[in-house]
């Protein structure tokens, strides 16, 4: 197996996380928060998408598919364009709200479809691209997307774990 089947076979496991977490919840479940400082589902599934979307779109030199497919407006959140949830405070966990799982996992499915296309066409020779400096070692392409993924699979644990509480109340 190559480098980019198993990355592939990786974020389609963060993809089944995805759905799985959100499958059947509404609107209240969605942004239910287990106590005052707790993050809820729809804060969890939003933010991990929103880093994959960043991490990815820089790491292809692309724009992020928040901004180019206007999820930024269908969520119509109160943050930046740019925030990706990255050091919220309960008062900004609080403010991610929305309609319904269908919303998440749309964006997800779309952020989704933009990272298998990028990594589609990665070598292994790709992945020892140095992609930030602001690191001791320097993260190289390769280590990016593994932490992009081990995120993304923890934040969706979360917010299964939310689910599996909601749902045994």
């Not at 930024?72 to 405070?89: E, I």
Request: glycine residues 8%.
């Amino acid at each position: 197996m190559n480098c980019a089947a198993l990355l592939l076979d990786a974020f389609g496991r963060v993809r089944e996380a995805v759905h799985e977490s959100v499958a059947g919840l509404g609107p209240d479940e969605l942004t239910v928060r287990l106590d005052a400082k707790a993050n809820s589902v729809a804060w969890l599934i939003w933010h991990l998408t929103r880093i994959q979307d960043d991490h990815v779109a820089e790491a292809a030199g692309t724009e992020q598919i928040w901004t180019a497919q206007g999820w930024y407006a269908r969520f119509d959140l109160p943050f930046p364009v740019g925030a990706t949830g990255y050091g919220h405070a309960t008062r900004e966990v609080a403010a991610v709200r929305v309609d319904s799982a269908r919303l998440l996992t749309g964006y997800y499915d779309a952020v989704h479809e933009h990272t298998l296309s990028y990594v589609r066409g990665l070598s292994g020779p790709a992945l020892d691209r140095i992609v930030d400096e602001s690191w001791t070692p320097p993260v190289t392409l390769g280590v990016r997307l593994i932490s992009v993924i081990s995120d993304c699979l923890q934040h969706a644990g979360q917010a299964a774990f939310i689910r599996g509480v909601l749902r045994r109340r």
